[in-house]
């Protein structure tokens, strides 16, 4: 299968997104934030519905979009009132982007793709293009990195050790946005839950110690995504539903390795 440059291409991008979606996930999972996540994926559609409508890349507007909703997020302060106003965002993204299909109808064909993702229609131009987003992902995720596990894990000492909290959650929403964006180019819109927050969770249930559950999340995004595309390519079968499907499992079979050692 790697005879093929499109494959090839799949296999680079999905490496690259599995890496940046399971450290940030990670995160996103230890700080109780998946819901602010899934929204965010949300907020991309209607940013690349309405880019294509004016003729710009739909890619470059499902980043735009997410990464101003990814501050905006980060700003809103206390949980409660954020999930509220989270919630109201997400489907009034999807109003909108509904809306900006109308008017642009030839547009419409690729919404599935939109919606799904297709790994298999990324080009030489887009993975490039996903390695510089995912650098400077991981190098915003280093620089933030102790505060945001202090923040994360003790979050009123934090506080009082001088940790400027709402900085930080808004810098690692931006991260989270832009990670977003790009796990958007393999599982779509709807399922980007698959590549950010499964990975995250399992690892969650196999060790206690952050930095290695970061590594461990990460090879599993990465050893899900590997072997979802080769599924795929064997049985064609759609990627996302491989990797979505795999995630369960690896998901479920932690929580049983954990029950496990409890007992």
Known sequence: MFEYEFMRNAFVACTIVGIVAGAVGYFLVLRGETF???ALAHVGFPGATGAALIGFSPFFGLTVFTVLAGIGIGLLG?????????GIVLTLSLGIGLLFLHFYTAYAGAVTSLLFGNVLGVSQVTVWILAGLGLACLVGLAVIGRPLTFASLQPELAEAKGVRLELISALFMVIVAVTTAEAMQIVGVL???ALM?????????????????????VAI???TAWISLTLAFYTDWPTSFWITALGSLVYLAATRVR?????
């Open 78 to 86: 206390e949980r409660a009132h954020r999930d509220v106003a989270i």
């Open 191 to 193: 399922l980007v839950f």
């Open 36 to 38: 602010a996540g899934h």
């Open 259 to 263: 029950t496990r050692r409890v007992r």
């Open 221 to 223: 995004a990465v050893m």
């Open 197 to 217: 927050v499964a990975p995250a969770a399992a690892a969650m249930h196999l060790t206690q110690r952050v930095y290695q559950g970061v590594a461990l999340s």
